[in-house]
């Protein structure tokens, strides 16, 4: 079974960079036809879109975070990353990632479990 997995650094400090990287494994998909996303969850709030890389490498940001984001993706590795710069305390989330197909005929939607990032000093 396809499944996605979200690794990287528990606890960052304030003013730092978080890199954060999603993989794929358990199955063999074509990334390009794929939308990659990340979704982060705030402790006590609701989800929240961060943004998303698309079929042809285009990239899309919430206006709220464009600034201090970069999302990237490696075909050849199955393999999505994110990365956001100068870290706040209130960017301390819960980090998912997905992967949507929605064509014609094939129809997929990939969650991972996400990961737990803590910005703090």
């Known amino acids: 079974q396809v499944q996605l997995q979200e690794s990287g650094p528990g606890l960052v400090k304030p003013s730092q960079t978080l890199s954060l990287t999603c993989t794929v494994s358990g199955g063999s998909i074509t990334t390009s036809y794929y939308a990659w996303s990340w979704i982060r969850q705030p402790p006590g709030k609701g989800l929240e879109y961060m943004g998303v890389?698309?079929?042809?490498?285009?990239?899309y940001y919430s206006p709220s975070l464009k600034s201090r984001t970069s999302i990237s993706r490696d075909t050849s590795k199955s393999t999505v990353y994110l990365q956001m710069n100068d870290l706040k305390p209130e960017d301390t989330a819960v980090y998912y990632c997905?992967?949507?197909?929605?064509?014609?005929?094939?129809?997929?939607?990939?969650w991972g479990q996400g990961t737990q990032v803590t910005v703090s000093s």
């Open positions: 997905n992967a949507k197909r929605d064509g014609r005929v094939f129809k997929s939607n990939y």
């Open positions: 890389i698309v079929y042809d490498g285009s990239t």
